[in-house]
């Protein structure tokens, strides 16, 4: 069992910048793969960045490429994902995942562990 507890979010007005921190615990955490996805209003849960387990490599949604870095910390068993020139169009809440592969995975069905969600809102 991995527990996955999000942090970070609140408001900004755009072109701001939000850390998003997934405090991970439970047994191997560093072995999983991790990621995040966000899900405004009225929409489906959409990918945003992934990072193996190894750190190694990382995947981003072509939407953030370039604003956003995700990182991950092992000694503090921590995700990150730094959200920089944010958009209104970034609003959602923005939940953390965790998945045992050593491959990038972009797909929520990968996931086997999900938190609770951070509320991310960009105001114009």
């Known amino acids: 069992q991995v527990q996955l507890v999000e942090s970070g979010g609140g408001l900004v007005q755009a072109g701001g910048s939000l850390r998003l921190s997934c405090a991970a615990s439970?047994?191997?955490?560093?072995?999983?793969?991790m990621g995040w996805f966000r899900q405004a209003p009225g929409k489906e849960r959409e990918f945003v960045a992934t990072?193996?387990?190894?750190?190694?490599?990382?995947d981003y949604a072509d939407s953030v490429k370039g604003r956003f870095t995700i990182s991950r910390d092992y000694a503090k068993n921590t995700m990150y994902l730094q959200m920089n020139s944010l958009k209104p169009e970034d609003t959602a809440v923005y939940y953390c995942?965790?998945?045992?592969?050593?491959?990038?995975?972009?797909?929520?069905?990968?996931?086997?562990?999900w938190g609770q969600g951070t509320q991310v809102t960009v105001s114009s």
């Open positions: 439970g047994r191997n955490v560093g072995n999983y793969g």
């Open positions: 990072i193996t387990w190894s750190a190694v490599s990382t």
């Open positions: 995942g965790a998945y045992r592969d050593r491959y990038l995975c972009s797909e929520d069905g990968c996931y086997t562990y």
